[in-house]
């Protein structure tokens, strides 16, 4: 069969399918042969020159218009009727066919005298002349079969469409901001991608949207939409060639109407005994036949359509069912994989809708009873069902944390820690979310440190009182003892030496008993209570401890600086008794070879203020950094260096009563440096 036989015969089929055109005889899509005719009863024009040859460029991939062979050769309606013209005018045309974009491009760079087969665009317009119309080309978009909704431009936002290279539609979607666009060099390279399903959509013209796609036997997967547009196809020449215009259109008036219309009639066919029968009778009859075969084969397409779709739901049904039956499987594992107890409560009514595995497990009930509000309530309030149903509807107003004493399913109680919180799961509404921990073990371990650190404050009460008691009591009769020992060295100290000698011993052991006393009774009183924290300006504090000390200061010859220190909230007696003391000790165990060198300085870290109190005193053994703070522990003998060894554990309680620490870092021979912190008010 020939290639013209095979277009005739496709146009009817092509109406059975989904694609929505018209058969090649209809007008929109095969002009009759007046279509034509270039502006009949008007004068042709003269041409002023006349030329040996003619260089034709067009799309060799539009049929019925013009198309190759299996052979390669060119042809179609626009190859024949070139052929006439040439024969008409004496002149030769070279007719010269390729992808359409790249035609376009070769004769923009000159190497043809006319292009074929385009449409009029603004944009063309400013490079070339156009002849008048000779037909009319609808342009619609063909998608896949499986989308609904391609009606216009907008509905393609979205897809990826493809286009020919060098198409007018690329400027009509570009104009309506359709800009993801695939190109391709043909619309039969188009049709081909759309049947490997590359691409879904595409705007192609309908003559060559109806020829390739019967072609390729894919008509069925695709649709058409209402054309977006209609184009007019022209033979153009570029502007300066006015002349050259004019001798072609002079041409084309030498072809009849007739010729035309065999032409047309050769590539497009005819309809089958039509010169046998009136033609008005065949043509309703043909109509008939059309209307009744399309409408059945639309009634087809929609039973076939309807079963696709059926089978299609019925897929995705028993894929969604599958799928929830999976989920909700996998819901219940991981459920019931919870170590903490889940109720699901109704808001209103406070009904338990949903528990897992660990609730049934918590309370000593089957995993398939149901659970009420009264099974997990210890019973009398403020642990009753009814105050569990308050603090149900109480999460309207939030979140809601609460301990809780529940009871067993054996009768016994314990504690529970419950969180409450409003959650939406699906359509019906606002329901209240519980999670339930045991703390039964936590609330007996609390209620064992809270009675601990009540026995610890009582015990620790009870020695502050016998410490500043037996401090207190100790005083009188040391000092009478140092009394009556001095008394007893002025009567007899001169008459037997060794008598002053003894009685010496004994003053300087009871003054050192009653240093110790003191020092005892201070310590104790460090937590007194009726004295809090105030801003207090450490420079001031290091004054009033550097006036105490001033005749030790003097005596050892000691030289103290100190940088700008801080404002921070402590007790001001106590702050002065820290720097005292410590500054004190410096000068205490300074190194008697060399002059003693006192340095005072502060720096903020973090939340606390970081004092230094550093020396260059005679040092202590990293081994005794911590000993050194112990109460009475002492490095070196009484009489090497006189001290009770209460002086830095006295500081270290002072310092960790306002919430800080203290440590210190030393070298023997070098120096020692004492931190303490404070915070930061």
């Given at each position: 069969?020939?290639?013209?036989?095979?277009l005739?015969?496709?146009?009817?089929?092509?109406?059975?399918?989904?694609?929505?055109?018209?058969?090649?005889?209809?007008?929109?899509?095969?002009?009759?042969?007046?279509?034509?005719?270039?502006?009949?009863?008007?004068?042709?024009?003269?041409?002023?020159?006349?030329?040996?040859?003619?260089?034709?460029?067009?799309?060799?991939?539009?049929?019925?218009?013009?198309?190759?062979?299996?052979t390669?050769?060119l042809?179609?309606?626009?190859?024949?009727?070139?052929a006439?013209?040439?024969?008409?005018?004496?002149?030769?045309?070279?007719?010269?066919?390729?992808?359409?974009?790249?035609?376009?491009?070769?004769f923009?760079?000159?190497?043809?005298d006319?292009?074929?087969?385009?449409f009029?665009?603004?944009?063309?317009?400013?490079?070339?002349?156009f002849?008048?119309?000779?037909?009319?080309?609808?342009?619609?978009?063909?998608?896949?079969?499986?989308?609904?909704?391609?009606?216009?431009a907008?509905?393609?936002?979205?897809?990826?469409?493809?286009v020919?290279?060098?198409?007018?539609?690329?400027?009509?979607?570009?104009?309506?901001?359709?800009d993801?666009?695939?190109?391709?060099?043909?619309?039969e390279?188009?049709?081909?991608?759309?049947?490997?399903?590359?691409?879904?959509?595409?705007?192609?013209?309908?003559?060559?949207?109806?020829?390739?796609l019967?072609?390729?036997?894919?008509?069925?997967?695709?649709?058409?939409?209402?054309p977006?547009?209609?184009?007019?196809?022209?033979?153009?020449?570029?502007q300066?060639?006015?002349?050259?215009?004019?001798?072609?259109?002079?041409?084309?008036?030498?072809?009849?109407?007739?010729?035309?219309?065999?032409?047309?009639?050769h590539?497009?066919?005819?309809?089958?005994?039509?010169?046998?029968?009136?033609?008005?009778?065949?043509?309703?009859?043909?109509?008939?036949?059309?209307?009744?075969?399309?409408?059945?084969?639309?009634?087809?397409?929609?039973?076939?359509?309807l079963?696709?779709?059926?089978?299609?739901?019925?897929?995705?049904?028993?894929?969604?069912?599958?799928?929830?039956?999976?989920?909700?499987?996998?819901?219940?594992?991981?459920?019931?994989?919870?170590?903490?107890?889940?109720?699901?409560?109704d808001?209103?009514?406070?009904?338990?809708?949903?528990?897992?595995?660990?609730?049934?497990?918590?309370?000593?009930?089957?995993?398939?009873?149901?659970?009420?509000?009264?099974?997990?309530?210890?019973?009398?309030?403020?642990?009753?069902?009814?105050?569990?149903?308050?603090?149900?509807?109480?999460?309207?107003?939030?979140?809601?944390?609460?301990?809780?004493?529940?009871?067993?399913?054996?009768?016994?109680?314990?504690?529970?820690?419950?969180?409450?919180?409003?959650v939406?799961?699906?359509?019906?509404?606002?329901?209240?979310?519980?999670v339930?921990?045991?703390?039964?073990?936590?609330?007996?371990?609390?209620?064992?440190l809270?009675?601990?650190?009540?026995?610890?404050?009582?015990?620790?009460?009870?020695?502050?009182?016998?410490?500043?008691?037996?401090?207190h009591?100790?005083?009188?009769?040391?000092?009478?003892?140092?009394?009556?020992?001095?008394?007893?060295?002025?009567?007899?100290?001169?008459?037997?030496?060794?008598?002053?000698?003894?009685v010496?011993?004994?003053?300087?052991?009871?003054?050192?008993?009653?240093?110790?006393?003191?020092?005892?009774?201070?310590f104790?009183q460090?937590?007194?209570?009726?004295?809090?924290?105030?801003?207090?300006?450490?420079?001031?504090?290091?004054?009033?401890?550097?006036?105490?000390?001033?005749?030790?200061?003097?005596?050892?010859?000691?030289?103290?600086?100190?940088?700008?220190?801080?404002?921070?909230?402590?007790?001001?007696?106590?702050?002065?008794?820290?720097?005292?003391?410590?500054?004190?000790?410096?000068?205490?165990?300074?190194?008697?070879?060399?002059?003693?060198?006192?340095?005072?300085?502060?720096?903020?870290?973090?939340?606390?203020?970081?004092?230094?109190i550093?020396?260059?005193?005679?040092?202590?053994?990293?081994?005794?950094?911590?000993?050194?703070?112990?109460?009475?522990?002492?490095?070196?003998?009484?009489?090497?260096?006189?001290?009770?060894?209460?002086?830095?554990?006295?500081?270290?309680?002072?310092?960790e009563?306002?919430?800080?620490?203290?440590w210190?870092?030393?070298?023997?021979?070098?120096?020692?440096?004492?931190?303490?912190?404070?915070?930061?008010?």
């Amino acid at each position: 069969m020939t290639q013209r036989r095979r277009l005739a015969l496709l146009a009817v089929p092509f109406a059975l399918v989904g694609l929505t055109l018209p058969s090649p005889a209809a007008p929109a899509a095969v002009p009759p042969a007046e279509a034509i005719t270039l502006q009949p009863g008007a004068a042709p024009p003269q041409p002023t020159a006349k030329r040996l040859k003619l260089r034709v460029l067009l799309d060799d991939s539009y049929p019925p218009y013009t198309f190759r062979t299996p052979t390669g050769e060119l042809q179609g309606i626009l190859p024949d009727l070139w052929a006439l013209w040439s024969k008409r005018t004496g002149i030769a045309v070279e007719l010269v066919g390729g992808e359409w974009g790249d035609v376009q491009r070769r004769f923009n760079a000159g190497e043809g005298d006319v292009l074929d087969t385009a449409f009029h665009t603004a944009e063309r317009d400013r490079l070339y002349l156009f002849s008048a119309p000779y037909a009319k080309i609808e342009v619609p978009i063909i998608f896949d079969s499986s989308l609904s909704g391609i009606r216009d431009a907008a509905s393609l936002r979205g897809f990826t469409v493809g286009v020919k290279d060098g198409d007018a539609c690329i400027e009509f979607l570009g104009k309506q901001g359709i800009d993801s666009l695939k190109r391709y060099p043909s619309y039969e390279a188009m049709i081909a991608a759309a049947a490997r399903s590359e691409i879904r959509v595409a705007c192609i013209d309908r003559p060559p949207a109806t020829y390739y796609l019967l072609r390729m036997g894919v008509e069925n997967r695709f649709r058409a939409s209402p054309p977006l547009y209609s184009g007019e196809f022209h033979w153009v020449v570029r502007q300066s060639d006015e002349d050259l215009r004019d001798m072609v259109t002079a041409g084309f008036y030498r072809i009849s109407a007739r010729e035309r219309q065999h032409i047309t009639e050769h590539w497009l066919g005819e309809p089958l005994l039509l010169s046998r029968l009136d033609e008005k009778i065949w043509q309703r009859i043909g109509l008939a036949l059309l209307m009744a075969t399309l409408i059945g084969g639309l009634l087809l397409v929609w039973v076939a359509t309807l079963r696709r779709q059926v089978a299609a739901k019925t897929r995705d049904l028993t894929s969604a069912l599958a799928n929830l039956s999976a989920n909700e499987f996998r819901f219940r594992t991981l459920f019931d994989s919870i170590n903490d107890a889940i109720f699901l409560h109704d808001i209103e009514t406070g009904r338990v809708q949903l528990t897992n595995r660990r609730a049934h497990d918590l309370f000593g009930y089957e995993q398939t009873q149901a659970l009420t509000l009264a099974d997990i309530s210890a019973g009398p309030p403020p642990f009753d069902s009814e105050t569990a149903l308050h603090w149900i509807r109480e999460t309207a107003n939030g979140p809601q944390m609460l301990e809780w004493l529940a009871r067993h399913r054996d009768g016994r109680t314990f504690w529970i820690e419950v969180d409450l919180r409003r959650v939406v799961l699906d359509d019906t509404g606002p329901q209240v979310l519980a999670v339930l921990r045991d703390i039964t073990e936590r609330k007996e371990s609390e209620e064992k440190l809270t009675r601990t650190i009540d026995a610890l404050t009582r015990s620790n009460t009870d020695l502050e009182r016998f410490a500043y008691a037996a401090s207190h009591d100790l005083r009188e009769p040391l000092t009478t003892l140092v009394r009556y020992a001095q008394l007893l060295e002025r009567r007899f100290g001169e008459r037997d030496p060794q008598i002053g000698d003894l009685v010496g011993i004994i003053v300087t052991a009871a003054k050192q008993m009653m240093r110790l006393v003191e020092g005892l009774l201070e310590f104790s009183q460090v937590d007194a209570a009726g004295r809090g924290f105030t801003l207090v300006e450490a420079n001031r504090a290091l004054t009033v401890a550097l006036g105490y000390l001033d005749i030790a200061i003097q005596e050892s010859g000691a030289t103290v600086t100190a940088s700008p220190l801080p404002m921070v909230g402590a007790d001001e007696i106590q702050l002065i008794q820290l720097f005292q003391n410590l500054i004190g000790n410096a000068i205490k165990y300074r190194d008697i070879n060399r002059p003693l060198q006192i340095k005072i300085s502060a720096q903020h870290d973090g939340d606390f203020w970081d004092f230094t109190i550093a020396d260059n005193g005679i040092g202590i053994e990293s081994a005794y950094l911590d000993q050194i703070f112990v109460i009475f522990k002492r490095l070196h003998s009484h009489g090497t260096i006189p001290g009770v060894g209460i002086g830095l554990a006295l500081c270290k309680r002072i310092v960790e009563r306002h919430g800080g620490q203290l440590w210190a870092e030393s070298t023997p021979g070098i120096g020692t440096k004492f931190h303490f912190t404070l915070p930061a008010p």
